[in-house]
């Protein structure tokens, strides 16, 4: 048996052979990015890495030894490509895919749509955003809201998209891929859920709540231990529960809203702060049919799709690490009509001004099925 010393030793000068020609290959790959630029060719050639993936494995000795020639040469190759693209950046204007650079992004007079009626957390998000008294006006659905936006009723949309404790509001996610839009900024609202009946109400009268599908979800412990005979009824929107409770008018039903509601809509608070999580907060985008960014901005949000094969997702990923970006989220949803098969939302901190993110939005580009850049925008 070989003392581990002597192995390692000459473990150590193999490796500096490996550097040596990884250091020459990189070299080469240089060469290959400035001979695809002159001839306008793409730098992801898939065709030729499956041939030379096959024929370098052809002849591994074992499954595991298969396994990994494919694993290391594949990432080889993914870095020569990612070498690729920063040189191709480097030799042209900055893209900012889709996107205009603005110095500024007047706010006054504008015009902004939310989802619900008077008292909904969208309502909040928006004054929160925008100042108590910007020109607005509400809708029912959140497809409504993108409506008003492509038909210029509407500047900006105010939707929500995720809840620190129920999630994604997947809904909005599909949304932003239909419509045309960007997002140019957020909002995070704290989440405060009360129990909103008729002023001659008490508890024990209660046996149907109201409220939006992810409000009760976020108060299911407190519906499930403390109230398990309520009926729960989903509406569109938890102020529109509030409302609703108000206009029928039976003593039997109760709403599940913010505290302001009961002042909006003359009821009283049975029982308040109910959600489950006592730090629970809703994320709100705001959405333009305006393209633009700052300078100054520090999230990119984009979505896309991959071809649903072996390592996809993992060899898109590394561009973010190989670029130094700090990815902060990431979501699924089906692809209509393709089943099995799923989009990626996905964010990250950057600007699109940035080396970094140029590079990577760049192999995006060219490595995705579908690319689509949602926003780069400030917290």
């Known amino acids: 048996m070989k003392d581990l010393t002597q192995i390692r030793k000459e473990i150590d000068v193999i490796d500096s052979q490996i550097l040596a020609l990884y250091e020459k290959r990189l070299g080469l790959a240089e060469d290959v990015a400035n001979y695809k630029i002159a001839n306008h060719k793409a730098v992801f050639d898939k065709v030729r890495e499956e041939e030379k993936l096959n024929v370098l494995t052809a002849n591994c000795k074992d499954a595991f030894t298969k396994e990994g ?3 290391l040469f594949s990432q080889i190759m993914s870095t020569s490509r990612k070498k690729q693209y920063q040189i191709m950046a480097s030799n042209k204007e900055p893209d900012y895919f889709g996107f205009t650079l603005s110095e500024d992004q007047p706010m006054q007079g504008k015009r902004v749509v939310f989802q619900g009626v008077a008292g909904a957390y969208s309502q909040a998000a928006m004054e929160e955003f925008f100042g108590p008294t910007p020109e607005s006006f509400h809708v029912d659905t959140w497809r409504d809201a993108m409506e008003a936006l492509k038909n210029q009723e509407a500047d900006y949309a105010v939707l929500p998209i995720e809840n620190s404790t129920a999630g994604a509001v997947t809904e909005n996610y599909d949304l932003l891929v239909e419509y045309d839009v960007a997002i140019i900024g957020e909002q995070i609202i704290r989440i405060n859920h009360a129990l909103l009946g008729l002023p001659e109400a008490s508890i ?12 009760l979800m976020q108060c299911d412990g407190y519906l499930r231990k403390e109230h398990p005979n309520f009926e ?15 206009q029928d008018g039976l003593i039997h039903q109760a709403a599940i809203a913010g505290e302001i509601n009961a002042k909006l809509y003359g009821l009283q608070i049975l029982d308040s702060d109910i959600q489950d999580v006592k730090g629970n907060e809703t994320r709100f985008i705001i959405v333009s049919s305006n393209h633009t960014f700052h300078r100054n901005a520090g999230i990119v949000s984009l979505c896309f799709e991959l071809p649903h094969e072996k390592g996809s997702l993992y060899r898109i990923l590394s561009h973010f690490i190989f670029n130094g970006l700090n990815m902060t989220r990431i979501e699924s949803r089906p692809i209509p009509q393709k089943q099995w098969e799923y989009r990626f939302f996905l964010d990250f901190e950057g600007n699109l001004t940035q080396e970094g993110t140029q590079n990577a939005l760049i192999g995006l580009r060219e490595e995705t099925n579908f690319l689509r850049i949602l926003g780069n925008y400030s917290s």
């Open 204 to 215: 024990s009268d209660i046996t149907c709540v109201y409220s939006h599908p992810q409000a």
């Open 232 to 246: 729960t009824v989903a509406l569109a929107n938890t102020a529109m529960s509030a409302q609703k409770v108000r």
């Open 69 to 71: 020639v494919e694993e």
